[in-house]
């Protein structure tokens, strides 16, 4: 998968509305490209450390919706969002870089702290025993297993909605609503 990619009309387009958006579009194509060259383990942490410096920004404030699932393009574009766009742009970042994406999930979880929800990428290595955990609020990338603050409730990409019984995926769902708005919305091209 190659997207996100911007044509040439769109980056003049955006230009014209803000030279900055451009210039991260550009910055964020050329660090896929050095990025594309390095060993998978490189290439979380990279991803997820360079995402990780865009600005958090809440829905009701970027977009004046609750809970709106911003498209990798649209994030790039507005330079901020929150904790869904991160695990989103992430998502499809990892794919362009050659990462299965039956292997990657969007994680809703529960904070056992302040027992709010929000969500994160998992990426399921062959082999591993817990998935790891890419989280706009900490540059390290460890085990699910490592990270006693989350509860995970629901894993969610193209096969389906996932639940973890006895220590392994169980399907619970074919689909997600929200996901598979985002997925249209990503079709043409958003």
């Known amino acids: 998968m190659d997207y996100p990619t911007f044509s040439k009309t769109e980056l003049e387009k955006i230009a014209q509305k803000n030279q900055i958006s451009k210039n991260r579009i ?9 990025m594309a060259k390095l060993p998978e383990e490189k290439k979380l942490q990279k991803i997820n450390t360079y995402l990780n410096y865009l600005l958090p920004q809440y829905d009701a404030i970027n977009n004046n919706k609750e809970d709106f699932w911003a498209t990798p393009k649209e994030f790039l574009v507005a330079g901020c969002g929150d904790c869904e766009d991160y695990a989103i742009i992430k998502y ?36 591993a025993d817990s998935p790891l955990i890419l989280d706009n609020l900490s540059f390290r990338i460890l085990p699910l297993q490592k990270r006693v603050d989350l509860k995970p409730l629901l894993f969610i990409n193209d096969s389906g909605v996932y639940k973890i019984e006895s220590g392994k995926l169980k399907k619970s769902a074919n689909r997600y609503q929200k996901f598979t708005e985002l997925q249209k919305r990503v079709a043409k091209n958003l």
């Open 26 to 34: 550009i910055d964020y194509t050329q660090q896929m490209q050095k």
């Open 92 to 127: 499809y970042s990892l794919q362009k870089l050659g990462f299965d994406k039956r292997k990657l999930f969007l994680t809703i979880v529960q904070d056992k702290y302040t027992n709010g929800y929000h969500m994160v990428l998992s990426y399921f290595q062959p082999g």
